[in-house]
Each structure stands twice: as structure tokens, then as C-alpha cells.
């Protein structure tokens, strides 16, 4: 496993971002990361504001484009996006902060309904 300190760029889906990693060394690259363990599948819901997705919206909450964010990678899966447990706190750009009080996006997900265990 490797943990990267991290920018968010995009949500994707409701398991999947695009994540600016820095490999330190000032070397940084984008790469398109997917949630480790766990399922979103891609529901849409109706409403006023027209269609969403309620994974999408919650990781859109959560992890804002250019918030900043932990990533644990693990390996690519079968389409070549790398796994990761994504760790965040909500207004913190502190990477020692975010590592010893952060939480786990993957869990959260599961934890509230918009996320299932892999392979459930």
C-alpha cells in the first residue's frame, strides 16, 4: 500500500474521482481513482433541481473539488483505475491532521446507504 497526499479535481461517479496525487519530490500526477471495497451503484434519483445521484452528491459534499485528501492505494483493478480508502477532514488541508483524525470516504458511503461491501 502506498498513501498519497491529494487534491480532489472531479467526482466522477459515486465511487470513482479524479485525483491530483503528489508523489512528492514536487512530482504530481492525475489519475482516475476507485473507491476500495465498496460498490456505488449509479442511481438515479428525481427531484426539483432534476436528476442526481445520491453517492455523487454525498462524495461532492464531502470532498470538493480541490479539497484535499489522503489516499491510501492499494493496486489498479481489472480497467486500470487504482483502489484506494480515501481519507478526508472536512476543512483541513493537513495531511498529519487528515492521517490521525480523518475519515474514511469508502466507509462512509457504505455506513450511510449509498455504498454496498464489494461483491454484496
Not at 27 to 33: A, P
Not at 53 to 58: F, H, K, L, Q, V
Not at 77 to 84: I, Q, T, V
Amino acid at each position: 500500500m502506498f498513501q498519497y497526499s491529494a487534491v480532489v479535481m472531479r467526482v466522477v461517479d459515486g465511487d470513482t474521482l479524479r485525483l491530483n496525487l503528489d508523489l512528492g519530490f514536487k512530482v504530481h500526477i492525475e489519475e482516475i481513482v476507485r473507491l476500495a471495497r465498496i460498490n456505488a451503484p449509479e442511481t438515479v434519483e428525481w427531484s426539483a433541481k432534476g436528476l442526481s445521484d445520491p453517492a455523487r452528491s454525498y462524495i461532492e459534499g464531502a470532498t470538493p473539488p480541490g479539497a484535499m485528501v489522503v489516499a491510501n492505494v492499494t493496486k489498479p483493478d481489472k480497467f486500470g483505475r487504482w483502489l484506494a480508502d480515501i481519507l478526508y477532514l472536512p476543512g483541513s488541508s493537513v495531511r498529519e491532521d487528515i492521517v490521525q483524525n480523518g475519515r474514511v470516504l469508502n466507509d462512509e458511503l457504505v455506513q450511510k446507504g449509498f455504498a454496498l461491501p464489494y461483491g454484496k
